[in-house]
């Protein structure tokens, strides 16, 4: 170990306190991008990493417009023919409802334990200040070797709309050649995870309409189609029996799980009991003929989100509702693109709808799926840092949830990501009570430090 990594790694355990602490002031800002009431939270966000990237002495650092929250940028440029990395982050977090099952307030960052509790500690300030922190511990203790530029966003928990149009706009001022994204996690504790493939989205609002207004149950059951009972038909014959999406075509551009891939994926230690124990869950369900591990990450899927009709208050209403609606989100794979699974389901609808209903399909997000090379110098270097600071080789996984960013960062700027992080399974993640594994974090941190020094050999 050079003496320099040894300083880092030295300072970063002298100062994970003040990280500590840090972490702390960024997680306490409710920077909430769906919520129209949080936009001056939203820039205090901003403004905070705007002062951390300044401290590092990251150049050029700006705040910059968006068609709705602002992206933080900033670069540091000094290592002439030196490979240039983007580091990718967000900001915002998710809404905190239902608030009343959260042990303790979600924007007052708790310590129980070995867990720091708040939303946002996983994903992902908690990852985003643990990559400045290394940062940190590498430029007070001699210098960087590579180049760096930051693209930290406020928009990635409702779907990065903004960066379509900001990084093609961008292109020049963002190039790179390749880039560090630490929104992925790890299967487990001590279980160092390198994720390669992403699944992409296509989230749609189904709606069903029957009569022009509600009517009563009593007086108009039997004659009119009631919505409700029509949508969840349709629901169901989505499926079949045995959890095969029955859409027509879905399944024409699904790239097939390879042996090699296939056996690399046996490796990871996520079976049918792993997976009943994270969901609590009396038996596992899906499409049969693929390991549970194939299903949420190689596989793509069809889920309801949520219903929405008629009376759902306390007590009786015998209503016969007007229209009834359904959320409903795909999973993508390669090769699949959201359009593709609109239009499957489009011709599904057309197919199975029945006359005496009528019904609307909007698709209100979409991202594509990525799948990166894991045989670059960027991935080497990164294996090395977990096997040197977790003292095994680490798994190599696909998520089976989606980072637009990775997708649009291929297309726009031929970009590979680096994906990892160092969030748990069971941080909560989008619900109430999430967490952030302190132990783990700090080890993340130092995995990280590892990982720039690894870069310049």
């Not at 705007?50 to 050029?60: H, M």
């Amino acid at each position: 170990m050079t003496e320099t990594r040894h300083q880092a790694l030295q300072y970063a355990h002298q100062n994970k306190h003040r990280f500590l602490a840090e972490l702390n002031e960024l997680l306490a800002i409710p920077s909430i991008s769906t919520d129209d009431k949080r936009q001056s939270d939203m820039r205090r966000a901003a403004e905070w990493l705007e002062s951390q990237l300044r401290n590092l002495g990251i150049k050029n650092v700006q705040i910059m417009p968006t068609r709705k929250h602002p992206i933080v940028y900033g670069e540091w440029l000094e290592v002439v023919g030196a490979p240039t990395m983007l580091i990718y982050g967000h900001y915002d977090v998710q809404p905190v409802d239902p608030l009343d099952l959260w042990q303790s307030p979600p924007f007052t960052p708790t310590q129980r334990g070995e867990n720091l509790y708040a939303r946002g500690a996983s994903d992902m300030k908690g990852q985003v200040v643990a990559t400045l922190k290394a940062l940190e511990s590498i430029v007070n203790n001699g210098r960087l070797t590579v180049n760096i530029k930051f693209l930290i966003e406020g928009e990635e928990e409702i779907g990065s709309p903004s960066l379509d149009t900001f990084i093609p706009e961008h292109k020049d001022l963002l190039s790179c050649d390749f880039a560090l994204n630490p929104d992925a996690g790890m299967i487990g504790p001590g279980l160092p995870t390198i994720t390669y493939a992403l699944r992409g989205l296509a989230y749609f609002e189904l709606w069903i309409y029957g009569p022009a207004h509600d009517l009563h149950s009593g007086t108009f059951g039997g004659v009119v189609h009631n919505p409700a009972q029509a949508l969840s038909e349709l629901i169901a014959g989505m499926h079949d029996e045995q959890g095969t999406i029955t859409l027509p075509g879905f399944f024409d551009k699904v790239r097939k799980i390879s042996p090699k891939e296939h056996a690399e994926l046996a490796r990871l230690p996520m079976n049918q009991d792993y997976y009943l124990e994270q969901t609590g869950a009396p038996a596992l369900w899906g499409e049969p003929g693929y390991l549970p591990v194939e299903r949420v990450g190689a596989r793509p899927t069809l889920e309801v989100n949520g219903f929405l009709s008629g009376f759902t208050g306390e007590g009786t209403k015998t209503v016969l509702p007007a229209w009834a609606m359904a959320k409903i989100s795909t999973r993508l794979v390669p090769d699949q693109e959201p359009e593709d699974a609109h239009q499957s389901l489009l011709h599904y609808l057309d197919k199975r709808a029945p006359k005496d209903i009528s019904f609307e399909l909007k698709m209100l997000q979409s991202s594509s799926p990525a799948i990166a090379n894991i045989d670059t110098m960027e991935v080497r270097a990164l294996s090395r840092a977990c096997e040197t600071v977790w003292g095994k080789r680490p798994l190599f996984s696909r998520a089976g949830g989606s980072i637009p960013i990775v997708a649009l960062m291929q297309k726009e700027l031929g970009a590979e990501s680096v994906l990892t992080g160092f969030g748990l399974p069971d941080d909560n993640l989008h619900a109430p009570n999430e967490k952030l594994h302190l132990p783990t974090w700090y080890k993340g941190i130092d995995t990280l430090i590892n990982y720039l020094f690894n870069l310049e050999s």
